[in-house]
Nanobody, 124 residues
Framework: QVQLVESGGASVQSGGSLRLSCAASGHLGERHCMAWFRQAPGKGREGVASIDSAGNKAYADSVKDRFTISRDNANNTLYLQMDSLKPEDTAMYYC??????????????????WGQGTQVTVSS
């Protein structure tokens, strides 16, 4: 089992930037994926960005060219750099991991380990 702890959420103004972090503990293995999801009040959980163990990435259309997913393998930490933030980016952001993964995946049902979430609020 992998434990995930997110941090970095905050309230910012439209156009601002934030960097989220997700610290993973436990053995991830050689073939795994990690991802960021978000959930706004009254909405379903949406895949934002995913990265596999080879560094391949996938993004939701709504965040392409604004968000960047990256990882520090030495420290088992996942990041999400969010630029040009919009009010519609307001949500709870979750980190997720799956230990048997060959390509990045943005489907929530695919992931078996989840963090508790960190809140991002963007005001206009």
């Amino acid at each position: 089992q992998v434990q995930l702890v997110e941090s970095g959420g905050a309230s910012v103004q439209s156009g601002g930037s934030l960097r989220l972090s997700c610290a993973a503990s436990g053995h991830l293995g050689e073939r795994h994926c990690m991802a960021w999801f978000r959930q706004a009040p009254g909405k379903g959980r949406e895949g934002v960005a995913s990265i596999d163990s080879a560094g391949n990435k996938a993004y939701a259309d709504s965040v392409k060219d604004r968000f960047t997913i990256s990882r520090d393998n030495a420290n088992n930490t996942l990041y999400l750099q969010m630029d040009s933030l919009k009010p519609e980016d307001t949500a709870m952001y979750y980190c997720a991991a799956d230990l048997r993964c060959w390509v990045p995946d943005l489907r929530a049902g695919f992931y078996t380990s989840w963090g508790q979430g960190t809140q991002v609020t963007v005001s206009s």
